[in-house]
């Protein structure tokens, strides 16, 4: 997108109501803006996620987010595969535990994913 056309573009936002924000896109830098209630990039056009944790403020794009929870998915594939081989008690403990931190870690992102 050429650079008239992102500008023709944000100040069509501005125009229907949209908020420029503070902040900007983690994939291209362009200013964000709240439509409906939703956080968009202009230029990106996606819709940007953003998560709050210990006073930290994390922007994150909802496709980056699809791409966290297909490897969190393969790491579960592979961590139930790797359980169903083992046979010694202490392997299966440590990688049970693993598992159970993928699946945590694959709730908090469809989590995120809902906001």
């Known amino acids: 997108m050429g650079n008239e056309e992102h500008i023709r573009r944000m ?5 229907s ?13 362009s200013p964000l803006f709240r439509v409906k ?14 998560v709050r944790e210990d006073e930290e403020s994390f922007i ?6 699809g791409d966290v929870e297909r490897i969190i998915l393969l790491k579960i594939q592979e961590s ?3 359980i169903m081989e083992e046979r010694d008690i202490a392997n299966l403990e ?10 945590e ?11």
Do not use: F
């Open 11 to 15: 100040a069509d936002l501005l125009k």
């Open 17 to 29: 109501g949209a908020t420029m924000l503070e902040d900007h896109c983690p994939e291209c830098d």
């Open 37 to 50: 209630g939703e956080v968009w990039c202009p230029r990106c056009n996606k819709r940007v996620i953003t």
């Open 60 to 65: 994150a794009m909802s496709s980056m987010l």
């Open 80 to 82: 139930s595969r790797q």
């Open 94 to 103: 440590k990688l049970g535990s693993l598992l159970v931190k993928w699946l």
């Open 105 to 115: 870690a694959l709730e908090k992102t469809r989590r995120i994913q809902k906001l």
